[in-house]
C-alpha cells in the first residue's frame, strides 16, 4: 500500500443516526442517500482536483457488512473459484468463518461482527460482489454487469460497463459524497460537516467523531457514530476501514482507497488524503460502499415520502417522524421525555425508572436527603456527610483524629500539667494523663505551707491554713 498527500483543507456538515442493515425484497439490501447539485465545481488540491461530478447518483449510507458480504459468499463461492473468501476473515478483525469443503462451503458472518464492515477484500472482490447484486442477486452472476471480470483475480480490472446501474464509486464520486454540501455548495476538510479535526473516539453521538487513531482499536458496527453524518447522508467514510474506488491512480496498477481506517490518524482521514492500493491487495484495513444511478433498483431512498426498511426516525426523518414509542431513541427524545424509546441511564442527569438516590446518586440525590453518597462530602452537605471519626480529618465536632496532632494541650484546658492524648475511637480528648495541683483553701487544716493555697500553714496546737 503507497500513501501520499493532496492539499487545502475545506469545509464540511452534520446530522445524527445509527442504522442495522434489514433486508427488505432482496437477500442484500442498501439505504441509498442522494448525491446532487450535478455540475459541482471540484475541489481543487495540490495533487488535483476532486470531487466534480455532472450528474445526479446515489450512494450507499454505509459500508458492505460482514452479514451482507456472507450472503454473497454462500450465493456465489460454494466452491469458490475466484478466491472472494481470504481465510483472514475469520481472524483478529475479521468477520466471516468458512466451514465445509470446496463445493460446500457455507460462510457465516461471526457474532457481534455481522454489521461491522467486511474486510480483506481485493477490488476484484468488491467488483463481483457488485456484478452479483446487478444481476440480481440469488444465483446472479459474478463475472458480468456491472464489470467483466476477464482479468480474474489478477492483473487491471475492466472500466464499468455501460448500463450498470450500482457500482463501485469513483474517487471524485467518492469524494464528492464524503466532503460536498449541495445546499452550501462547497467541500469541508472532514467527512462529517465541519473543517476541524474529527475527534478519534469510541461510539458517540457527539459530532464531528469517528473510529481512528486506535481508539477503539478494531471495526465498530457501521453508523456507530450517528452524530457524524456527511453532509449527504453516509456514514463512516471518516476511518472505520478504508474504501476500495474503481479509479486508477494515473495509469500505475494501483487503485485509490479512501477514507483512513481505524487505525490511523485523524487527520489520514481528512479531504486532503489520496492512499492507493494493488487492486489484487486483499488488506484487514479495506474493505468498500457501493453506489448506484439515480432512481436505481433495490433498496429504500430518503426522502422519497415513503418510510421503508431500513429507513427509520433517525435514519430519515424526512421520512420517518419522530414519535415516542417507535422504539427509536431520535433526538430531542430522552428517558425523561420519552422512557419507551430511550432507557433510563445512570449519569444521564436525569432520575428516571428505577434510579434512585441509592443507587444512581448523580442523577437522583440531593443535600438533605440523608445518604451521603457522590459528588457530597462533609463541607457541600454536612446535613447529610456528618464527620467521619478515624477518616484522618477533624471535622464538625469532632476534637481530635488518631494520628494529627493535636490543637490543644492539658494546660490549655485548664489543667495545670500532664500529656493530653486522643481517644480514637471517639474523636474527643482523653485527658486521663492531665494532672492539677491540689492546696488547701483558708483555714483548712494542714501540716506545712506548701499544702495551702496561700503557701502560709500555722498554728500552736491546730495548724491551718492562714
Not at 38 to 51: E, L, S
Not at 68 to 97: C, K, V, W
Not at 384 to 409: F, I
Request: charged residues 20%; contains cysteine; aromatic residues 10%.
Amino acid at each position: 500500500m503507497r500513501y501520499f498527500v493532496h492539499s487545502p483543507w475545506r469545509p464540511l456538515v452534520v446530522t445524527a443516526v445509527w442504522l442495522w442493515l434489514t433486508p427488505v425484497a432482496l437477500a442484500v439490501d442498501f439505504f441509498w442517500v442522494p448525491v446532487g447539485d450535478p455540475g459541482n465545481a471540484c475541489d481543487a488540491q495540490t495533487w488535483g482536483c476532486f470531487g466534480g461530478v455532472g450528474y445526479d447518483y446515489r450512494i450507499a449510507a454505509h459500508e458492505v457488512t460482514n452479514a451482507q458480504y456472507a450472503e454473497f459468499l454462500n450465493a456465489t463461492a460454494a466452491s469458490d473459484p475466484h478466491g472472494l473468501y481470504n481465510p483472514n476473515m475469520a481472524n483478529f478483525n475479521g468477520g466471516i468463518t468458512r466451514i465445509g469443503d470446496a463445493g460446500s462451503y457455507a460462510y457465516t458472518a461471526i457474532a457481534g461482527r455481522e454489521a461491522m464492515p467486511v474486510n480483506h477484500v481485493s477490488l476484484f472482490d468488491a467488483m463481483r460482489f457488485v456484478n452479483w447484486v446487478h444481476n440480481g442477486q440469488g444465483d446472479g452472476d459474478t463475472e458480468s454487469g456491472a464489470y467483466t471480470m476477464s482479468t480474474g483475480q489478477f492483473g487491471s480490472p475492466n472500466a464499468r460497463n455501460p448500463g450498470a446501474w450500482i457500482f463501485l464509486p469513483t474517487n471524485d464520486e467518492w469524494h464528492k459524497a464524503a466532503y460536498y454540501d449541495t445546499a452550501a455548495g462547497v467541500f469541508y476538510a472532514y467527512a462529517a460537516g465541519t473543517d476541524a479535526v474529527i475527534t478519534c473516539t469510541t461510539p458517540t453521538a457527539d459530532p464531528n467523531s469517528a473510529n481512528c487513531a486506535q481508539a477503539v482499536g478494531n471495526f465498530t458496527s457501521v453508523g456507530s457514530y450517528p452524530g457524524s453524518q456527511s453532509p449527504n447522508g453516509t456514514f463512516d467514510q471518516a476511518g472505520n476501514v478504508h474504501e476500495w474506488t474503481e479509479t486508477e491512480l494515473e495509469d500505475i496498477e494501483t487503485w485509490f482507497i479512501r477514507g483512513g481506517s481505524y487505525a490511523w490518524s485523524a487527520e489520514m482521514t481528512a479531504a486532503i488524503r489520496q492512499d492507493d492500493d494493488y487492486p489484487d491487495r486483499e488488506s484487514g484495513a479495506v474493505g468498500f460502499r457501493v453506489a448506484s444511478v439515480e432512481g436505481g433498483a433495490g433498496g429504500t431512498e430518503c426522502g422519497d415520502g415513503a418510510c421503508e426498511s431500513p429507513e427509520n426516525a433517525l435514519t430519515c426523518p424526512a421520512d420517518c417522524p419522530e414519535a415516542c414509542g417507535d422504539g427509536i431513541c431520535s433526538l430531542g427524545e430522552d428517558a425523561g421525555s420519552c422512557l419507551d424509546d430511550c432507557p433510563s441511564q445512570c449519569g444521564d442527569n436525569l432520575c428516571t425508572g428505577n434510579e434512585t438516590a441509592n443507587n444512581c446518586h448523580v442523577d437522583c440525590g440531593s443535600c438533605g436527603d440523608n445518604l451521603c453518597t457522590g459528588w457530597e462530602n462533609s463541607t457541600i452537605c454536612p446535613a447529610d456527610c456528618g464527620p467521619v471519626c478515624g477518616d484522618g480529618d477533624v471535622e464538625g465536632n469532632e476534637q481530635c483524629e488518631a494520628g494529627v496532632p493535636l490543637a490543644d494541650t492539658c494546660e490549655s484546658l485548664g489543667f495545670d500539667g500532664g500529656t493530653l492524648a486522643c481517644n480514637a475511637s471517639s474523636c474527643t480528648y482523653d485527658t486521663s494523663e492531665c494532672s492539677e495541683d491540689q492546696c488547701l483553701p483558708r483555714r483548712a487544716s494542714c501540716s506545712s505551707d506548701a499544702d495551702c493555697c496561700s503557701g502560709d500553714c500555722r498554728g500552736r496546737w491546730f495548724k491551718t491554713c492562714k
